[in-house]
C-alpha cells in the first residue's frame, strides 16, 4: 500500500468525519435529531518483506448517539404530563362551571326555600306566592343550563377523541412507512440510515402525546408499536387503525374501537391526551352529570310528593309543582327536563288536606298536631283525605285516647301518659282499622300526629277535611312548612345528605379532583424536563463541543493533505533519479 493510497484513505475518513460534524451543527435546531459520529478503523495490514505495513484508516460505522432507556422515559412522561394536562383542563372548567355563583345549584336552592318560607309566614300573599314561583323557575333554569353545559363539554370530549384518533392514524402510518424504508435502507447489511430512524422517533414521541405506548424493535430494524393492553397499533409496514364508535348504551358518547373487528378498547386505554379525555369522562363529568341529575329526581319527587298532599288557596288539590312527575313506567326525571307545572300562584298548594278543632269544653292544657300526611296510598286524594272526621276523646283512667269515627266510638285506642309521651309522633296508617272506616286507598288515616301536653278526662280533639282552605280566618301555611323543611331533609343517598349536602360534596369532589390533577400535571412536567435534559445531554447537538471537533478534524484533514504531498514529492524525486 503507498504513501498516497494511506493519505487518500485518511482524506476520505476525515473528510466523512467533517461531513457528519457539519451534519449535526446544521441540525442543532431539528426536533427529534440524535448527534452523530464516525467509528474510524485500521484498514487490514500489508504483509511485505516479513512485516505487516499499515494500509491506512477507514471509516467502520456513523453511529448514531441514542440512549433508548431514556427515551422510553421521556415518552412516559410526555404520556402522563399530556393525559393530567387534558384531564386538569376539563376538571378546571367543570370546577368553575358547578361554583359559578350566577349557576351554583346552593344559591338557587336558597334563594327557593327562602321564597318557600317568605310563603310559609304570609300564606294569603299572592306577592309571595309569586316570588316562589319564579325562585323556582330559576331554579329550574339553573338545572337546565347545568345540564346544557355538561352535554357541551361531552360534545368536546368527543370532538378531542374524533380529531386524536385521526392523529394516530396518521402517525401510525407513518411509523410504518418509515418502518418500510429503513427496512430498505439497511439492505440486509445492518447498516442503520440514522436520519431515518430519528423521523422515526420523533414520530413515536409524538404517538407517546396522544396514547401511552410501548414498542419492540424486531430483527430487521423495524419498529412494532403497542397500545392499551398489548394491541398492536403498528407491525412491520402496516398499521391498524382505530376508529370511533358510538357507545352502546348511550349514543351521546364516543368510544374507541379497534381494528377491523371494531372492539372497544376505551378502558383500556391510558396516557396521553386520549387517556385525559376518557379519564376526565368517567372520573369528573359522568359522575358529575350523573349526581346533578340524582339531585333534580329527588327534588323533584320530594317537592312533587308534597305539593301535590297540599290544598291551593282556591281549596282545589295540589297538583305537581315541577315537571316532570316519575309515573310508574317512565324514565326518571333529570337536570334537563325540570320545568314548573304551574304558572297561577294561587295554585301553590300551601294549606294541608286536614285541619285539627278543640273542643271548648276541653279543661286540660293537651293540643293534637298534624306532622305529616301520607299521600303514597293508592287512591289518595288530599280534599277528601277522611270519609268522615275522626275524634280523639282522652280517658284518664287508662292514659289513652279513644278514636272516634263519625260520631261513634271505637275500639281502635292510642295509648297516651302526659308524663312520659308528651311530643311523642303517632301514625294513624299503623293503627288497626275500625270496621265501620273506609279510608282511601289503604283502608287507614294516611297522617302522622303528635299529641303534647297534659289532657283532662274527656278532652276531645277532631280532625276533619280541609277542603275551603281555611284562610277565611288565620290561614293555613303547615304544608308551606312541609316544602320548606324539604331543604334540611336528609333524603338523599340513604338518608345521609340534604340537597344542600349532596351538592356541597359534589362541588367538592370536582375541586379535590381538579386540584389533584394540577398537582400530578407539575410532578410529571418536572419529571419530564429532567429527563429531557438528560437525553438531551447524551443525543443532543452541542455546538461548543462540535466546533471544537470541527478544528481537530480540520487539521487532520490538512495533516492528511501533506501525507499526499510528501508521496507526491517523492514521486518526482524517484522518477528524476531514472
Not at 448517539?65 to 422510553?72: A, E, G
Not at 348511550?250 to 379497534?258: A, F, G, H, Q, R
Not at 310508574?328 to 325540570?338: E, Q, R
Not at 303534647?452 to 276531645?460: F, K, L, Q, Y
Request: hydrophobic share 40%.
Amino acid at each position: 500500500m503507498s504513501m498516497l493510497n494511506i493519505g487518500t484513505s485518511a482524506l476520505i475518513t476525515t473528510q466523512g468525519a467533517l461531513s457528519t460534524t457539519s451534519h449535526n451543527i446544521s441540525n442543532v435546531n431539528t426536533e427529534g435529531y440524535s448527534r452523530q459520529r464516525i467509528e474510524q478503523g485500521t484498514r487490514l495490514p500489508n504483509f511485505e518483506g516479513g512485516y505487516y505495513v499499515g494500509a491506512g484508516v477507514a471509516i467502520t460505522s456513523v453511529e448514531r448517539i441514542f440512549d433508548s432507556f431514556l427515551s422510553d422515559q421521556v415518552r412516559t412522561f410526555t404520556s402522563q404530563e399530556a393525559q393530567f394536562d387534558v384531564f386538569a383542563t376539563f376538571a378546571r372548567q367543570i370546577d368553575d362551571l358547578l361554583g359559578s355563583p350566577e349557576l351554583s345549584l346552593s344559591s338557587g336552592l336558597e334563594s327557593f326555600f327562602d321564597a318557600v318560607q317568605n310563603v310559609a309566614d304570609d300564606p294569603t300573599s299572592i306577592p309571595a306566592r309569586q316570588v316562589m314561583l319564579t325562585e323556582a323557575d330559576t331554579l329550574a333554569n339553573r338545572f337546565n343550563t347545568l345540564d346544557a353545559q355538561l352535554d357541551a363539554f361531552n360534545g368536546q370530549i368527543n370532538s378531542g377523541l374524533e380529531t386524536a384518533v385521526k392523529d394516530v392514524n396518521l402517525l401510525s402510518q407513518g411509523i410504518a412507512d418509515l418502518n418500510q424504508a429503513i427496512v430498505e435502507a439497511s439492505g440486509g447489511a445492518g447498516i442503520p440510515p440514522n436520519d431515518l430512524m430519528d423521523q422515526r422517533d420523533q414520530l413515536i414521541n409524538e404517538l407517546s402525546a396522544l396514547i401511552s405506548v410501548s414498542t419492540l424493535k424486531e430483527s430487521n430494524g423495524a419498529v412494532s408499536v403497542f397500545v392499551g393492553t398489548g394491541q398492536t397499533l403498528v407491525i412491520g409496514n402496516s398499521a391498524i387503525r382505530l376508529e370511533i364508535a358510538p357507545n352502546p348504551t348511550d349514543s351521546t358518547l364516543n368510544e374507541i374501537v379497534y381494528g377491523p373487528s371494531r372492539i372497544a378498547i376505551s378502558e383500556q386505554l391510558t396516557g396521553g391526551s386520549i387517556g385525559g379525555l376518557l379519564s376526565a369522562r368517567q372520573s369528573v363529568l359522568a359522575p358529575a352529570r350523573e349526581e346533578i341529575d340524582s339531585l333534580a329526581a329527588e327534588m323533584i319527587n320530594a317537592i312533587n310528593g308534597q305539593h301535590t298532599i297540599g290544598i291551593t288557596l282556591d281549596g282545589n288539590a295540589g297538583g305537581n309543582f315541577f315537571e316532570p312527575s316519575n309515573p310508574l313506567g317512565t324514565p326518571a326525571p333529570d337536570a334537563g327536563s325540570i320545568r314548573l307545572a304551574i304558572t297561577n300562584p294561587r295554585d301553590i298548594a300551601v294549606a294541608f288536606p286536614v285541619t285539627t278543632s278543640t273542643s271548648i269544653s276541653n279543661a286540660g292544657t293537651a293540643s293534637l298536631d298534624v306532622n305529616a300526611v301520607d299521600g303514597s296510598a293508592v287512591g289518595f286524594d288530599p280534599t277528601s283525605t277522611l270519609i268522615s272526621n275522626l275524634t280523639f276523646t282522652y280517658d284518664s283512667a287508662n292514659k289513652e285516647y279513644i278514636v272516634g269515627y263519625d260520631g261513634n266510638a271505637t275500639t281502635t285506642r292510642i295509648k297516651y301518659d302526659p308524663a312520659t309521651d308528651s311530643g311523642k309522633i303517632f301514625d294513624l296508617s299503623a293503627l288497626s282499622v275500625p270496621p265501620n272506616t273506609d279510608f282511601p286507598g289503604a283502608n287507614k288515616p294516611p297522617l302522622t300526629i303528635t299529641f303534647s301536653g297534659v289532657p283532662a278526662n274527656t278532652d276531645t280533639f277532631t280532625l276533619s277535611n280541609n277542603t275551603t282552605g281555611g284562610f277565611s280566618t288565620v290561614g293555613d301555611n303547615r304544608n308551606a312548612l312541609a316544602l320548606a323543611e324539604l331543604q334540611v331533609s336528609k333524603i338523599l343517598n340513604g338518608g345521609t345528605q340534604s340537597f344542600g349536602d349532596a351538592y356541597g360534596i359534589l362541588v367538592a369532589n370536582v375541586a379535590t379532583r381538579t386540584h389533584q390533577a394540577d398537582v400530578s400535571q407539575r410532578t410529571q412536567q418536572g419529571l419530564l424536563d429532567q429527563t429531557s435534559l438528560r437525553y438531551e445531554s447524551v443525543s443532543g447537538v452541542n455546538l461548543d463541543e462540535e466546533a471544537a471537533n470541527l478544528i481537530k478534524f480540520q487539521q487532520a484533514y490538512q495533516a492528511a493533505s501533506q501525507i499526499i504531498t510528501v508521496s507526491n514529492t517523492i514521486f518526482d524525486a524517484l522518477m528524476r533519479a531514472m
